[in-house]
């Protein structure tokens, strides 16, 4: 890919964070929990695995990343999805903060609808510009988050070193701001907007991320994960920090 660069060095980070923080573990379980929930099939495609650790919930698995690195299985675009030669469709495909990064997700949907089965699924963990969201990523991220940026035909400047994007907004803008715009757009691939649901308020910062030390003892987290999730959607709609949005595959 023209002009990309990848820094190894932070894979390698991340894995040693991944090795010595029980509480972002825990986090992440939650997460692909909730992936693995609203996937179907055996054919599981995952874009931007990073160092891998979706293998350890999600067996059958299939991890890339735009490079091959010792911790996925192959080297894959967003732009571009492929199969195994053996292998007629994926039956779903799913991503964590991938979608903010696209400088062309509309690329990303039409690529991911020609390698989807029909009824198979694409499910994607955003961050979400809530109210609270706003607020947390504002303060405590380095990546922009403006809503107002997001805007059709959904296509993108780079805004960060190298010809890198972010976004956090992404999928909040597209989904709720231009909810009519997007959904015409998706009909074109062949995909419906399935499901949109909020979640994630204390435990996920607490849990320190790949980049902070832990701040409660996992038990602690696990109780606010549980509290989290007996939360009802119009409060979350307002103070969750992520976003999960499903699409399904209609037949042509």
């Not at 029980?22 to 054919?43: F, I, K, Q, W």
């Not at 499901?195 to 987290?221: N, W």
Request: charged residues 25%; contains cysteine.
């Amino acid at each position: 890919m023209k002009g990309l660069t990848y820094d190894l060095s932070l894979l390698n980070r991340s894995a040693a964070a991944w090795k010595r923080s029980a509480g972002l573990r825990e986090m992440y379980a939650a997460l692909y929990r909730e992936v693995n929930t609203h996937c179907v099939g055996d054919a599981v495609l995952e874009l931007g695995s990073g160092i891998g650790v979706s293998r350890e919930f999600l067996p059958k698995v299939v991890t890339t990343d735009i490079v091959k690195t010792e911790y996925v299985d192959r080297a894959m675009s967003a732009y571009d999805i492929e199969r195994p030669a053996e292998q007629p469709k994926w039956s779903s495909i799913f991503a964590i903060d991938l979608l903010h990064h696209l400088r062309e997700p509309m690329r990303f949907f039409e690529s991911a609808s020609k390698q989807l089965a029909t009824g198979g699924r694409i499910v994607l963990i955003e961050p979400a510009a809530t109210f609270g969201g706003n607020l947390f990523y504002k303060c405590f991220h380095h990546e922009p988050i403006r809503i107002r940026r997001v805007q059709p035909p959904f296509v993108f400047e780079a805004n960060g070193r190298d010809g890198e994007f972010a976004n956090m907004a992404m999928a909040e803008g597209m989904i709720k701001r231009h909810s009519g715009e997007f959904i015409r757009a998706l009909e074109q691939y062949d995909l419906s907007l399935k499901l949109v649901q909020y979640r994630d308020v204390f435990a996920y910062p607490l849990s320190g991320g790949y980049s902070k030390p832990q701040f409660l003892p996992t038990g602690c987290l696990k109780a606010f994960l549980l509290f989290e999730s007996l939360l009802p959607q119009f409060v979350l709609r307002r103070v969750g920090l992520r976003i999960l949005v499903v699409l399904e595959k209609r037949s042509s």
